[in-house]
C-alpha cells in the first residue's frame, strides 16, 4: 500500500489567527501564554485537517521562522540577544530585534533576513564565528510531538538538516562554516535520540542544498553528516524540494538514510532515475503535487508517472506534495467571490491534500476506484486549457513585435545624469523614501469600505487625497528632497497592479506568510496580460499639484509582478513576463506625459526568480533584465528612473543589475551593516546607489549617527557624488510614531554628510 504524508502546512491559519495573535502580544495586549494557546489552537486545527495522511509532520509550526527555530533549538541565536530574558523574549529579539526603552536599555539588532532559495518566503539567516558553541534544546519541539500524539496523530518531526542550517547562515568573522560541522553533528545526534526515546519512528530531516550546485566540500560534509547521523535510533526521510537533483541524484540515494523524498514537480524526468539507484531497503518519497502553485495537478498526467514506480517499489513509495504547503493558500472553499471558471481551475492546500488522496487510492485500489473524481479532474484540466479567457490574439502579437531598440535608453547614464542633475537641481545625498508610508486603520477601512461598494467613488477619492495630503505633509516638514505620494491607496504592491490589468485574478482569503506576521495574497496570473488604462497617473498627478519637490511616480515592475503572483503554467515565465513589461511600460509613459520627473519601478522579486543553479542564471538574467529595461527605457533622457531592491543578496549578479541601467537603485543594506556593498570594491557600479539606512522591518528607531556611520562605510565603496539616502523598504508596516523620527534624523544624516563634504 502507498503511504501519504505531508512535508508542513501553513501555519498562519485561515483567518490569518497567528499574524493577529503576533501583533496583539507584540503591542502588550496578551500575555505569552495567550500567545502559546492560540499557537497550540492552530496546530491541532492543521493536524485535523491532514488526518487522512499517513504520517503527519510535526515542528513545521513556527511563531516567526522555522530556521530560527532551529537555531533555537540548537543554541544558536545571535550573540546579541539578552542570555537573562526567557526564550520567547530572546526569540523575538532575534527576528525583530529590540529598541532601548530607558537609558540602560540597549538596542539589540534583528538577525538578517534573505529570501528562502528562490521563494517570496523570508527566513532568519543563522549567524556562525570562530566562538560558535551549539547546544540541543528540543524541549519545544517534543512538546509538540506530546500534544500530536495526545490528539491521537501519527506524528513525523520535521528538522532543517544539519549541511542546509550551515549553508544556509553566514560567518561572522570569515571562520569556514564547515569546520563547525564536527560539534553541530553531536548536537543532532542528540536530539535525533531525544525523538528516539519519545518512540519517534520517522524524522523529516530537510537538506534542499542537494538541489543546488555543491562543491566537493558540501557534497563530502554531507556524506560525513549522514554516516554520524545512521545510528541514532529513529528513520531518517532525507529530503530534497525546489528542484532537480541532477549531480547529486546519486549522492542523494546512497546517503546512509532510511528514505529519501524527491521533488517531482520541478524533475519528473529524475523520477525513474532514482528508482534504478535507490538501494532496494529505502522508501522513495514523490512530490507529487505541486506546493509552490495553485493550478489543480493533472490526475492522469501524475498516475502515468506514477505507476510504473509503484510497481517497482510496492509498499515504498510514499507520496507527498513537492515542497511544504507553506507556500500557498490554506483553503479554496473560504473563496465565495472567486469567479467560477477560474476557481475550476485551482487548488490550495487542503485541496492538495484531497488530490493527494485521490492519488494513493488509485494506485493502491486502481484508477477505476477513483473514476469519478479522475473524470471530474480531467473535464476541469479541458476547461482551462481551451478557456478563450485564457488567450489574447493582440497581447501576442505585441509580444512577437518587440524589437531590441524598444529596450534601449536615448543616452548613456553619465550624459542622462548630467541633464538630469540640471533638470531636477537636487543636493548631494538627496534623501528619500521607497513609496509607501504606515498604512492606518482609517485607510484600510477606507479601502474595504469602497471595495464593498460602500463607499462612493467621489468620497473614496477625497479620502485618499486627504491621505496623500497627509502624506505630502510630513515629507515637506521633513524636508526630505524626492517625495512619494504614500500609496495609501494601495493594498499590496502586486495586487494593486494586477487588479487593473487584464489576465489577472484574485482571492479574498488567499493569504501565504511572507516572513513573521507580514501575509501577502499573491494575485493569479491565469491568462495573457494587458493594460485597460492608467493605473497611478491621477494619484501621482494630485501628489505632485501640492508640492514643487519632485514626487516619484510608483511602479511595480514585471519581474517582480510575475516572481510574487502564482504564475500560469501553459507557458514559459519569460514569456509571461514581457506581456507583463509591455503593460507598465505603457503606464510609465502615461506617467512621463503627465510630467512626473522620477519613476521608480521596484525590482525587489528579482533575485529570487533565479534559478538554484547558477549554470542557469544567465538565462533567466537575459529575459528578466530585457523584461525591466523594455518598460523603463521608453522615456527621454531628463526622466530618471529609479528601482528597488529589498534582501536582494545582489553580489554575484552585480553585471546584471548594472545592465539594468536604472538611474538610481536604492537596496536593503542595513542589517547586513553594508556587506552588500562589498561588491562595488571591485566592481565600479557605473549609476547612483541609495544603500538602505533605516531598517523597516524592525520597530527600532536609528539614530542620526548610526546612519552617518552606515553611509560612511556606504562611501568607502561607492563614488559619494552618486548616493542616495533612504530607508531599506517601504514603510507601509511601520507607525507614524516609528517612522517620523527616524525620517527626521536620516535627513538629519544627510544635511551632516553634505556639511563634511562642503568643509
Known amino acids: 500500500m502507498v503511504s501519504t504524508h505531508n512535508l508542513g502546512f501553513p501555519r498562519i491559519g485561515g483567518q490569518r489567527e497567528l499574524k493577529f495573535a503576533l501583533e496583539r502580544y507584540w503591542r502588550g495586549e496578551i500575555n505569552a501564554e495567550a500567545l502559546e ?119 513525523k518531526p520535521v528538522l532543517i538538516g544539519p549541511v542546509s542550517y550551515l549553508w544556509l547562515g553566514k560567518s561572522k568573522d570569515h571562520t569556514d562554516k564547515l569546520a563547525l560541522l564536527e560539534n553541530l553533528l553531536a548536537v543532532y545526534a542528540g536530539i535525533l535520540q531525544e525523538l ?93 503535487i505541486n506546493g509552490r502553485n495553485i493550478w489543480k495537478t493533472d490526475l492522469n498526467q501524475a498516475l502515468d508517472l506514477l505507476e510504473p514506480v509503484h510497481k517497482r517499489l510496492g509498499e515504498r513509495l510514499w507520496l507527498a506534495p513537492s515542497c511544504s504547503l507553506l507556500h500557498v493558500p490554506i483553503d479554496l472553499h473560504s473563496e465565495q467571490n472567486l469567479d467560477d471558471d ?61 524589437r531590441p531598440e524598444l529596450s534601449k535608453r536615448q543616452s548613456v547614464y553619465a550624459k542622462r545624469a548630467a541633464i538630469q542633475q540640471a533638470y531636477l537641481q537636487l543636493p548631494d545625498f538627496p534623501t528619500t523614501t521607497i513609496g509607501s508610508f504606515p498604512q492606518t486603520n482609517g485607510i484600510r477601512q477606507a479601502r474595504k469600505q469602497y471595495r464593498l461598494g460602500q463607499l462612493e467613488r467621489a468620497e473614496y477619492q477625497q479620502q485618499m487625497q ?75 498627478q494630485y501628489a505632485q499639484s501640492l508640492t514643487d ?78 523584461s525591466f529595461r523594455i518598460t523603463a527605457n521608453g522615456v527621454s533622457d531628463k526622466t530618471q528612473i529609479h528601482t528597488h531592491m529589498c534582501y536582494s543578496e545582489f553580489n554575484d549578479i552585480i553585471e546584471a543589475i548594472a545592465a539594468m541601467d536604472a538611474d538610481v537603485i536604492t537596496i536593503e543594506t542595513s542589517r547586513s551593516q553594508m556587506e552588500l556593498l562589498d561588491v562595488f570594491r571591485d566592481f565600479e557600479y557605473p549609476n547612483a546607489i541609495g544603500p538602505g539606512v533605516y531598517d523597516i522591518h524592525s520597530p527600532n528607531i536609528p539614530s542620526e549617527q548610526s546612519m552617518v556611520a552606515l553611509l560612511k562605510l556606504a562611501a568607502q565603496r561607492i563614488n559619494q557624488q552618486k548616493l542616495w539616502v533612504n530607508p531599506d523598504c517601504g514603510l507601509k508596516t511601520r507607525r507614524w510614531e516609528e517612522v517620523e523620527p527616524a525620517l527626521k534624523a536620516m535627513v538629519s544624516a544627510a544635511r551632516s554628510l553634505r556639511a563634511q563634504l562642503a568643509a
Open 342 to 402: 477560474i476557481r475550476d481551475w485551482l487548488a490550495f492546500a487542503v485541496q492538495k491534500l484531497d488530490e493527494l488522496q485521490v492519488l494513493a487510492h488509485a494506485l493502491n485500489a486502481g484508477r477505476s476506484s477513483v473514476a469519478s473524481q479522475l473524470d471530474e479532474n480531467t473535464q476541469a484540466i479541458m476547461r482551462r486549457q481551451h478557456s478563450t479567457r485564457v488567450h489574447n490574439t493582440a497581447v501576442k502579437q505585441r509580444c512577437e513585435s518587440i
Open 549 to 626: 519637490k519632485p514626487v516619484k511616480g510608483m511602479l511595480t515592475g514585471p519581474v517582480t509582478i510575475l516572481n510574487w503572483s502564482f504564475v500560469r503554467d501553459d507557458q514559459p515565465r519569460s514569456k509571461t513576463c514581457k506581456q507583463i513589461s509591455l503593460a507598465i511600460r505603457d503606464e510609465v509613459m502615461d506617467l512621463e506625459r503627465a510630467g512626473v520627473k522620477i519613476i521608480q519601478i521596484d525590482e525587489a522579486a528579482l533575485r529570487e526568480g533565479l534559478p538554484l543553479r547558477q549554470s542557469q542564471w544567465q538565462a533567466y538574467l537575459d529575459w528578466a533584465i530585457e
Open 196 to 288: 528516539a526515546k519519545q518512540d519517534i519512528e520517522w524524522v523529516q530531516i530537510d537538506e534542499p542544498i542537494l538541489v543546488t550546485e555543491l562543491t566537493p566540500e558540501w557534497q563530502q560534509a554531507l556524506q560525513k553528516a549522514y554516516f554520524s547521523l545512521a545510528k541514532t535510533g529513529v528513520k531518517l526521510l532525507l529530503t530534497t524540494y525546489f528542484g532537480q537533483l541532477q549531480q547529486n541524484l546519486q549522492l542523494a540515494c546512497e546517503l546512509p538514510t532510511a528514505g529519501l523524498h524527491i521533488d517531482a514537480i520541478n524533475a519528473a524526468d529524475e523520477t525513474i532515475r532514482v528508482v534504478d539507484w535507490l538501494p532496494s531497503h529505502k522508501i522513495l518519497s514523490v512530490g507529487i
Open 37 to 155: 494557546k492560540a499557537g497550540k489552537t492552530l496546530r491541532l486545527q492543521h493536524w485535523t485537517i491532514q488526518s487522512g495522511l499517513d504520517w503527519l509532520p510535526v515542528g513545521d509550526f513556527s511563531f516567526y521562522d522555522h530556521v530560527l527555530d532551529t537555531s533555537q533549538m540548537l543554541g544558536n541565536l545571535p550573540a546579541r540577544v539578552d542570555k537573562n530574558a526567557d526564550k520567547l523574549t530572546q526569540y523575538f529579539q532575534a527576528s525583530r530585534g529590540q529598541a532601548g526603552s530607558s537609558c540602560c536599555d540597549h538596542q539589540i539588532a534583528a538577525a538578517e533576513m534573505t529570501k528562502w532559495f528562490d521563494t517570496n518566503y523570508h527566513y532568519l539567516v543563522p549567524e556562525f564565528s570562530a566562538d560558535t558553541a551549539f547546544s540541543a534544546h528540543p524541549e519545544r519541539l517534543i512538546a509538540q510531538v506530546t500534544e500530536a500524539r495526545s490528539a491521537s496523530y501519527n506524528v
Open 466 to 540: 486627504a491621505e496623500i495630503r497627509f502624506a505630502i505633509h510630513k515629507q515637506l516638514e521633513l524636508d526630505l528632497d524626492v517625495l512619494v505620494h504614500g500609496e495609501a491607496e494601495r493594498n499590496d504592491m502586486v495586487e494593486y497592479f494586477g487588479q487593473q490589468l487584464q489576465g489577472f485574478a484574485f482571492t479574498d482569503n488567499g493569504w501565504v506568510q511572507s516572513y513573521g506576521s507580514r501575509c501577502v495574497k499573491p494575485p493569479i496570473i491565469f491568462g495573457d496580460v494587458s493594460r485597460p488604462s492608467p493605473m497611478t497617473v491621477e494619484w501621482t
